[in-house]
């Protein structure tokens, strides 16, 4: 074989290299998960404010290092009380309250301050999801840019639709916005992460 005919064999699988890993790099998607939604929690007209430090997961803890560990896939950060960062398929609400120490029942919560049981002195526990009355909120998943009450109290429709409403609904903004540390996982792929993923074949 001739050195012009070698030469010519090895421009073009170049050629063919580059122009599909340019591909690979167009196409590129970011596939971890990485999503947001909103909730609140109000005990006889209270809202719980989530004060304690215990609730919130340091930025560390997004590290690939932790995504075994149960509250990686879904919890809070920087003391914002009322938007959960959820990093697994398939989250529950009750695996995510169960992440910050509290238990959510069809029939019960328990916080802090309590257990909450429904039915008890009249009270009654009560849910709200994206606008909707719903009997059980425990074993739904979490999807992206829910908004989630949880209500214990008198059976009050008035005060209920006013709860709801003091949910902010900011999932969408965060949804949209690069998180803290290596919780970025919903934001757009850099030009330096596409190049990466361009030229690793085991993804």
Known sequence: MSKKILAGLIG???????MFAG???VLAKNKAVHYHANFALFVNGKRETFDNFTFYEEEAACDLAQADNPKHNAHMHDKVNDLIHVHASAVTWGAFFANIGF???NKVVTTEN?????GQDGNRLQFILNGTSITSAENRVIK???ALLISYGPDDATGLTD???QIKHSAAAANASKDPA?????????????FKRAFDFTK
């Not at 309590?114 to 429904?118: A, K, L, N, Q, R």
């Not at 919903?186 to 596409?194: F, I, P, V, W």
């Open 12 to 18: 073009a699988l170049f050629l063919g290299f580059v």
């Open 23 to 25: 591909l690979r790099m």
């Open 103 to 105: 238990t959510l029942g």
């Open 114 to 118: 309590g257990v909450f049981v429904d």
């Open 144 to 146: 992206s840019e829910d």
């Open 163 to 165: 709860q709801y409403k």
């Open 182 to 194: 290596g919780c970025g996982g919903s934001a757009t792929l850099t030009l330096s992460e596409r």
